[in-house]
């Protein structure tokens, strides 16, 4: 098996990169930055976005793993401790491919035949460089309203716990083939009007949002942030590619949520409960 590591480049994901580095040579894998079969991510999300958009060529053949070396993040398992009996797993194969959905992102242009296509594992966004983003919205070709506000928001399932929920998106299973518009301060009076809600779209939709105000659109596929000039319309659906990870334990994607955004503020309000007692 060959393996390539992608760290946050900070002194405790280095040192966890040369560890994991020598505990797999010995265990008889090859370092190969070119073509791995698992890659594993030292850092946070953020480190294991930008290894996904590396490898992206090799969703079909590589999958990946998390390890944190900060807060505990929804693509990364294993805790730093942990590093050694991961080796050994890694080593022995004793794991499973967990799929996880991604959106295709494509950019249809006014004056050419050509278009870009991207791949998102959390989140793509559209803003304008004006003040006011002016899109219209179609589902399945069929008009379903004119956008008007800051900008709109298209998330993955597992990108649902990140942007789209501070939008006031839902939190949705990455088992459900499924991708999520949410809006970016709306305007909303008797004039203008939108839908206000997040709407959640399974996979045979495709969301098209068309210009009504300006050619030029900054749009962001994760972390990248690109600007596209002279666009005719974005469309989203749910890609056919998918991003793997390799499970070796079960880690119930409801326990990250409960982990990340609950359980330490019930361990604050029973701290406090027992302090007045």
């Not at 949410?182 to 996979?203: H, K, Q, W, Y």
Request: with cysteine.
């Amino acid at each position: 098996m060959k393996f390539t590591i992608q760290s946050r480049n900070d002194e405790i994901s280095n040192k966890l990169m040369k560890e994991a580095r020598i505990y797999l040579r010995d265990f008889g894998l090859k370092y190969d930055e070119e073509e791995p079969d698992i890659v594993l991510s030292i850092g946070g999300d953020g480190t294991l976005l930008h290894a996904f958009h590396k490898y992206i060529h090799r969703l079909d053949t590589t999958s990946f793993v998390g390890i944190h070396t900060g807060h505990l993040g929804f693509y990364a398992d294993w805790k730093p401790s942990e590093i050694e009996k991961l080796v050994i797993l890694i080593a022995r194969q004793e794991f499973e491919v967990v799929e996880y959905p991604l959106i295709e992102v494509t950019i249809n242009y006014r004056h050419s035949e050509k278009s870009a296509s991207y791949l998102a594992l959390n989140e793509s966004t559209v803003k304008s460089p004006d003040v006011t983003l002016v899109m219209d919205v179609e589902l399945n070709g069929e008009h379903f309203e004119r956008f008007r506000g800051d900008g709109l928001c298209m998330s993955t399932p597992s990108g649902s716990t990140a942007y789209s929920k501070s939008l006031g998106g839902a939190i949705i299973h990455p088992s459900l083939p499924s991708m999520q518009l949410t809006e970016m301060a709306s305007i909303n009076n008797r004039v203008f009007r939108t839908v206000g809600s997040p709407l959640i779209l399974p996979d045979h939709h495709v969301c098209t949002l068309t210009p009504v105000k300006g050619p030029d659109f900054m749009v962001t596929v994760d972390h990248l942030q690109l600007l596209h000039k002279d666009v005719k319309s974005i469309e989203y659906k749910v890609a056919n590619e998918k991003m793997g990870f390799a499970r070796f334990r079960p880690f119930p994607f409801w326990k990250r949520v409960n982990e990340s955004f609950v359980a330490s503020d019930l361990i604050f309000e029973r701290e406090d409960d027992e302090t007045k007692n």
